[in-house]
Each structure stands twice: as C-alpha cells, then as structure tokens.
C-alpha cells in the first residue's frame, strides 16, 4: 500500500511568486491533514479536511493560503503571493475515519524556501 | 488551548545507554498523547499513543512512556538506544474527540558509537 506522498519535495521561488504543494492521501482515507513547521519552531496544524469539505481550517495564517481537495482524493495547498516567513516544511497527513484519533500518517513534506 | 513543551532540543547518547525524553502538556481539559519519531529524509511515524488505561504504554522499537496526570507528563524511554534510533522525536497531545495534533518542538536523539 502507498503511503502519504507530497510533490514537490522542495521549492525554491521568489517573494511574491506562487507555488502549489500536493498531496496524495493513502487509499481510503477521508481524512487529510495539512501542517506546517518553520524552522526551529514546532509542527503547527493548517487545516483539515473530511473528504471534500473543511472540517477545521483555523490554522490557516492568513488569506494568501488556498487549500482544495476537489472529489475527496488529492489536495493541493497554494500561496500566493509567497512572502519570506512562508518558509518551512508544509507535511501532509492522512487517517481512516474510525481509527484512533491522533493516528496520523504522514508524508515526507515539501521544503518550500522563498528568497 | 493545549500546549506541549520538549525541554530538551537535543540529547546526545551513547549506543547501548538508556535514554529518557521528557514532555510536559497543559490542557485545562483531558487529551491523548502521542509520540512521533521522524527518521532522516523521512515523514513522522507514530511511535506510541495514550487514549486511556494503562499509564504505562509500549510502542514500537522498544520505546515505552508514562502518562503522569499529576505532573502533566509523557516521557517517553528505551532502555538501550540503537545507533538507527538517531532521529527527532515529537510529543504531542489531541483533545478528546478531535483528531487534529498540537505538537512540542521536537526532541533530536543522537546516538554515537
């Protein structure tokens, strides 16, 4: 079985350019996850979805953030415009709905680095 | 709001040496608690979790932890490290009924011949 991939696995763009993140669940899991982690701070959640809809997007910094997961499969993460503290490695997550809460499986992330 | 506090940003260890990571939470309600490991060029992996029970809680790779209610505590322990056990591990904490993580800053094990 697949597990969680992300693409791509670093980005390097400039102030104001845009980027796209994705991330592929494993099979079957409705639930997916975004969390962020800039450098030397802690892992901090972005959003939740449940399938298609957002269950919990209070994470998200701020408007130039745009989270799809269109037909409940992939999702992607844009920024636009990136500024310099968007930095940091953006992990994406899955869970099977009904298993232990918490039981997150994660991807590898993508390293995003603005300049 | 929940928080998780890793005291230690580092912890070096000799090969065969017991080792204890220490994590401390606040939360004004009850939670489950949870360790991840994150190997090299890798995603994070759960290590081991506490919903309820046994305060005592094995994982995997021979890792276990302690749930300490009165000192808000989850350290977790092995005792005797493996070189491939180098890797950074995260504490964190969910609220009963929500599955959305709050993770400590991390904790980087270094194992040394």
């Known amino acids: 079985e697949a597990g969680v991939t992300q693409f791509p696995s670093h980005s390097v763009i400039e102030k104001g350019q845009t980027v796209t993140l994705r991330c592929d669940p494993i099979?079957?899991?409705?639930?997916l996850y975004w969390y962020r982690r800039v450098m030397g701070k802690e892992i901090k959640f972005l959003l939740h979805f449940v399938k298609e809809s957002k269950q919990d997007e209070s994470g998200m910094p701020n408007n130039r953030f745009l989270a799809e997961r269109t037909g409940g499969t992939y999702s992607t993460l844009k920024v636009q415009p990136a500024e310099l503290e968007d930095s940091g490695v953006y992990f994406c997550a899955s869970r099977k709905t009904g298993v232990s809460p918490g039981e997150l499986f994660f991807g590898e992330g993508s390293r995003l680095t603005v300049l | 709001a929940q928080s998780v506090t890793q005291l230690d940003s580092q912890v070096p260890v000799f090969e065969e040496a017991p080792v204890e990571l220490r994590c401390n939470y606040s939360s004004s309600v009850s939670v489950y608690l949870f360790w991840y490991v994150q190997y090299p060029n890798q995603g994070l992996q759960l290590l081991l979790k506490y919903l309820s029970g046994s305060t005592l809680v094995k994982g995997i790779n021979g890792f276990e932890a302690e749930f300490n209610k009165s000192q808000t505590s989850f350290h977790l322990r092995k005792p005797s490290v493996h070189i491939s056990d180098t890797a950074e591990y995260f504490c964190?904490?969910?609220?009963?009924?929500?599955?959305?993580?709050?993770f400590g800053k991390g904790t980087m094990l270094l194992v040394s011949p």
């Open positions: 099979s079957g899991h409705d639930n």
């Open positions: 964190a904490v969910s609220l009963l009924g929500y599955s959305t993580l709050t």
